[in-house]
Nanobody
């Protein structure tokens, strides 16, 4: 099992930036695909971005392309989500997810992932 702890959320004005971090425990992080999802009040959890175990392949939902960047540092067991040009509609709880022993391209489907963090709140004011 991979234990995940998110940090870096907060309150920011529209147009601002935040960087989320997800610290993972366990030896399986380096071969785990990682993803970020978010859930706004009254809405279903939705895919944001994902990255392959090697970091050489990424996937984004259309609404964040060009604004968000997912990256990872396997030496630090950490995955990041850099969020720029934030909009009020980006307001949500952001969750980190891990798919253990992953091969191939990153995925957008929540059931693909084995482990989830507790989430970090991101609030963007207009």
């Amino acid at each position: 099992q991979v234990q995940l702890v998110e940090s870096g959320g907060g309150l920011v004005q529209a147009g601002g930036s935040l960087r989320l971090s997800c610290a993972a425990s366990g030896r399986t992080f380096s071969n785990a695909a990682m993803g970020w999802f978010r859930q706004a009040p009254g809405k279903e959890r939705e895919f944001v971005a994902s990255i392959s175990w090697s970091g050489d392949s990424t996937l984004y939902t259309d609404s964040v392309k060009g604004r968000f960047t997912i990256s990872r540092d396997n030496a630090k067991n950490t995955v990041y989500l850099q969020m720029n040009s934030l909009k009020p509609e980006d307001t949500a709880v952001y969750y980190c997810a891990a798919r253990r022993a992953s091969a191939g391209s990153p995925r957008a489907s929540a059931p693909y992932y084995d482990d989830w963090g507790q989430g970090t709140q991101v609030t963007v004011s207009s």
